[in-house]
């Protein structure tokens, strides 16, 4: 039997039978058991000939019925979910298994099947009752089910119908078809199989090394996760925030709860609610101190933490806000200049933890710490547009002491408010860092604060992960394959340029093939395989220094993080000149206008047009939510600009309707929309001789210049943008089509 049942597993792929994200709600952990569990189960049974007929009861995906069908001359599956059913019938198409067949039905009742007087039944669920199956058994035929065992994995029984009467044979094993987290990992395809412990780093356990997978969310990966264990529900924080109970918090050992990963969130009725980040929480540690039944619910680890935060914050922020409070009523703009240093406590240190915990969770990009008047305001930059963090309410005397937290983090002086201040710190967030850009500014009412989050992943963004087309993409990589040249992204501050070239230098990496340095200030990402170099002013290291340097360590590929000056302009040039593709970025407006800051910054127009490969310009547009995303009405004005003679009879738009998965805002995310200019023949003339900025564009459209209108709209169209975005990242001279042929 055992050989037997090796060669039925090899032949049944069991990847062909892991549900997709479309039937998340039907999947559970007894749908698709591991492949060492069926085959221990499999093994367990005792010699049965292969021309037995066998009904297998609990059906789910199809998988162990398949694998049944190649050790059986027939086999019928029955399942009492018809959607399970039908799943189970698409899996196996195409494994030519005629002998197989699915039914739907309740085993506790009358199955009301064709096919009596069955050789063998097959229980992989639990029943309440196998009395409906025993007269679809033939005589001297086998019954084989899951008994339920007390403290214990379910055990395999077998059973005998002898004259009639079903007998107990004995239980043949202990077995549990609920798939481990790596079994469940390895269905999602964010581990191998037979490979993940070799993936996973001592110290790490499967889950974290899937989370550092930067093409997959947290909350994807977990949202999946609960969808295979039953009774396990993942919740939004926000959801859970207005639930929560910190007295039960307080009740239980700090170190007690952080062991084992849980966190008591509310009360209900006998009920006690518990939050955890792993799915395979041992709720037996906090059964034990209460009298109450456990109901868990899954949470990220970056809500987890979260939640901690609040908590905290929450417990120690009850003891000190009538005393904080009652001196912020004391305290007035004038004294808050003049007054004494902020104390640093233990209480504000977790409450500047906990809004940096809130911007990472939000994905925002920047945190603004602002005081007007005897009023404090705390803002995330999301999706480029700032929104209030009102669960976080600082007093004038608490914003002090936060802003003394920032500056020693960040190696500033506390001392100083008088002057604006820049440094940095790192945050460290489960397997992920941060690198934040701190600067101070003072103001009227007393010091503002920005920080910059980058997140230091040791991978860049894809260009699809961008939202570049195909064949921008395309033109793109063709781009980095040049054996020399110039190459510039432009844009204003903020607009993704350095995330562009990263795309491109992600692929360098990735090849293996070529040498890439680059210098940059600061290194906003850190990227496996590239040397990169920061820029060190101060000590008199700036990017013309670093070009000169870098040609004589053998480099394919230079990337210099902004061209500022003529020397640097002139030294990427050069290094152009002398075999290598140099990459680089302009604050400009569009392609063309980067043509004009190289005249302006005295790059000869014959060296220009000898050098530069293209030219792309980009905005960032807000990404409609692809959990929310319908059909729209288009603005009738935006429409009257985009199309003075008339629409498209076939335009059409769409919006996010708001949806928890984008905190109701409709938008999750943005997308680069991007401007191409390739430099060919006419565009060298052009830039020789250096024309007008009005003919320059009116050349480059008649050579095929890709606009930014042109791949708005494409977005638009596609359903990755809001029509409403267009304004925004358009001049109103571009919202109209460009004439081509000739100047507008």
């Not at 998340?24 to 591991?34: R, Y």
């Not at 000149?577 to 063309?592: A, E, F, K, R």
């Not at 910054?601 to 490969?613: Q, R």
């Amino acid at each position: 039997m055992t050989s037997r049942v090796a060669e039925a597993l090899r032949r049944v792929p069991r990847q062909a039978f892991v549900s997709s994200a479309d039937l998340e709600p039907q999947l559970s952990g007894h749908s698709i058991p591991g492949r060492a569990t069926v085959r221990h189960v499999l093994e367990s049974l005792p010699p049965l000939p292969a021309d037995s007929r066998v009904l297998h009861v609990g059906a789910g995906s199809g998988y162990v019925a398949a694998v049944l069908a190649r050790l059986f001359r027939q086999v019928v599956a029955v399942d009492r979910d018809p959607v399970m059913v039908e799943l189970a019938s698409h899996n196996v198409h195409g494994l030519s298994l005629d002998n197989l067949g699915f039914r739907q039905g309740d085993a506790e009742e009358d199955l009301a099947l064709e096919q009596h007087s069955f050789d063998v039944i097959l229980v992989t669920t639990f029943l309440g009752s196998t009395d409906a199956l025993v007269p679809l058994l033939g005589e001297g035929g086998s019954l084989f089910c899951l008994e339920a065992v007390p403290e214990s994995a379910p055990g395999l029984v077998h059973y005998q119908l002898r004259s009639g009467v079903l007998q107990r044979q004995g239980q043949l094993c202990r077995v549990d078809f609920r798939r481990t987290t790596e079994e469940a990992l390895i269905d999602l395809g964010l581990l191998q199989e037979g490979a993940a412990g070799l993936q996973v780093p001592p110290g790490t356990t499967p889950l974290g090394q899937a989370l550092k997978n930067p093409a997959v969310s947290e909350r994807e990966v977990y949202r999946k996760l609960a969808a295979t264990r039953r009774g396990l529900t993942l919740i939004e924080l926000d959801t859970l925030l207005p639930e929560v109970d910190p007295g039960l918090f307080a009740r239980f050992s700090r170190s007690f709860l952080e062991h084992h990963r849980l966190i008591p969130v509310y009360k209900r009725d006998r009920q006690l609610f518990v939050a955890s980040d792993n799915p395979d929480a041992h709720l037996d540690a906090i059964a034990h101190l209460t009298d109450v039944e456990i109901s868990p619910l899954l949470v990220t680890p970056t809500d987890f933490r979260r939640l901690w935060s609040h908590l905290s914050i929450s417990e120690r922020g009850n003891e000190v806000s009538a005393a904080a409070q009652a001196q912020a009523d004391r305290s007035t703009g004038e004294s808050f200049e003049a007054g004494r240093e902020g104390e640093v406590t233990p209480y504000l240190v977790s409450l500047y933890e906990g809004i940096l915990l809130e911007a990472v969770s939000q994905q925002a990009s920047d945190i603004h710490i602002e005081r007007y008047g005897s009023r404090v305001r705390v803002r995330l930059r999301i999706d480029g547009e700032l929104h209030d963090l009102d669960h976080y309410r600082l007093t004038p005397a608490q914003l002090l002491g936060v802003v003394n937290v920032i500056k020693l983090r960040a190696e500033l002086n506390i001392a100083e408010r008088r002057l604006p201040q820049g440094g940095r710190s790192r945050l460290r967030f489960g397997d992920v860092s941060f690198d934040l850009r701190v600067q101070t500014q003072p103001s009227l009412h007393g010091e503002h604060v920005v920080i910059r989050l980058l997140r230091q992943t040791g991978r860049a963004m894809t260009m699809q992960e961008l939202g570049m087309s195909s064949k921008l993409a395309r033109k793109y990589q063709r781009l980095l394959d040049n054996p020399a040249g110039l190459v510039l992204v432009v844009g204003p501050t903020g607009s993704g340029k350095s995330t562009t070239l990263y795309a491109g230098l992600q692929e360098l990496a990735d090849d293996g093939r070529r040498k890439v340095i680059t210098v940059e200030d600061p290194i906003e990402y850190s990227i496996d395989n590239i040397q990169q170099t920061r820029v060190r002013p101060e000590i008199g290291f700036s990017f013309a220094d670093a070009m000169r340097s870098f040609v004589r360590q053998d480099p394919d590929v230079i990337l210099v993080g902004e061209i500022r000056d003529q020397e640097t302009a002139l030294e990427a040039i050069r290094a152009s000149q002398t075999g290598h593709v140099v990459l680089s970025t302009l604050h400009c407006n569009d392609s063309v206008d980067a043509l004009q800051r190289l005249y302006d910054l005295g790059i000869h127009p014959n060296s220009i047009a000898s050098e530069l490969l293209a030219v792309i310009a980009q905005r960032l547009a807000k990404r409609i939510c692809p959990d929310c995303r319908r059909p729209a009405t288009a603005d009738p004005t935006v429409m009257a600009e985009l199309f003075p003679e008339g629409a498209p009879a076939d335009f059409r738009c769409f919006e996010g309707a708001g949806c928890p998965q984008c905190k109701g805002r409709g938008t999750r995310g943005r997308i680069a929309v991007v401007e191409f200019l390739q430099v060919n023949r006419d565009i060298r003339n052009g830039i020789s001789l250096q024309p007008p900025v009005g003919e320059m564009r009116s050349l480059a459209l008649d050579a095929g210049l890709i606009t930014m209108r042109d791949s708005a709209l494409d977005h638009v169209i596609q359903g990755n943008i809001p029509l409403s975005e267009l304004p925004r990242i358009l001049p109103e001279d571009r919202m109209s089509p460009e004439k081509r042929g000739g100047r507008r």
